[in-house]
């Protein structure tokens, strides 16, 4: 009797034990994701979450809150002509930008996927604005190439050119600004030719037989079939393009006259030098809006232009 009962007393153990061991097997790509989930709630969720409710107030980096609920933040969003001017010049730059690095990369892709030689290495070459681009030496150097005095004015000196104030002017501050980014086309370029590769050869020996030059060969049959790749690099460029903010703060910091301040940029004043948190939040949540607005807009469009290739009909 005394074996049976322990034996009875050993089994509930063991059974726990197992079950733990069944848990932890079971549920082993939960572990795995576990720090990221992490850093996801503590670095993203909780964050996003702390600015909604502070755009609902007066919340002042040092001051703190005093008024909670109101959504005078968002009616100054809409009515304050500063930020609504803002809000205009993100939106030009976004729609000049955008479609010139699309087709800038396109076409360059188009080019390097011929069998040319020494083609690694233009390929190379072309990557690597998109490596520097983005970080703060190469802004510096983009000011000092269209500075008053720098090497682009120079270069045109030398042709008896004088050079405008390119920095300094309303009419080509903006323009400076977008070319830094069309000149980081090499992450788009180097998409579209993984693309490109994959068009099968023998697609262009049918259009060829049917008499199609190049051009036509180009926008009837390379075009509609890197269609996916056209809708992705449009969404990720259009997203990057209205968070842009190294350039106009580094070059011109939002100047002359706030032509090139971008809401982006207007985010950060408000929230670091005029320590506004509860307006710099509301223009966050503003802009998340229209990322999201545009966003849903091109994949509801994606069904009449992009076309996938395990599709049927």
Known sequence: MANKSNSAAAIPHRVKKKGIKGFCRDNIG?????????????????PMASSLYYSFTDYNLFQGISVVGTLQNYIDVFTTSKITKAM????RYAFITVPLKLIFALFV???????????????????????????????????????????LNGALALLGITGPSW????????????LLRVWQFGSSMVIFLAALKGVSADLYEAASIDGAGKWRQFFSVTVPLIT????????????????EF???YIITSGGP???????????????????????????????FVILMFFTVIAFLSQKYWVFYSDEEG
């Open 228 to 243: 996916p790749v056209i809708f992705y690099n449009l969404v990720t460029q259009l997203c990057q393009a209205f968070q």
């Open 167 to 178: 920095l300094s002017d309303t009419r080509y501050s903006l323009m400076v600004i977008c």
């Open 109 to 151: 892709a188009y080019i390097l996927n011929f069998k040319i030689k020494g083609v690694n290495l233009f390929r190379t070459i072309y990557y690597i604005p998109s490596i520097l681009g983005g970080s703060v030496a190469i802004a510096v150097l983009w000011k000092a190439v269209f500075r008053d005095e720098g090497l």
């Open 30 to 46: 939960f572990f795995f994701i576990l720090p990221w989930l992490i850093g996801f709630l503590i670095f993203k969720l909780y």
């Open 246 to 248: 190294n350039g106009p």
């Open 88 to 91: 205009g010049i993100t939106f």
């Open 257 to 287: 006259r706030n032509s090139t301040t971008l809401l982006s940029l207007l985010i950060y004043n408000s929230a670091f030098k005029q320590y506004d948190m509860g307006m710099a939040s509301a223009m966050a949540w503003v802009l």
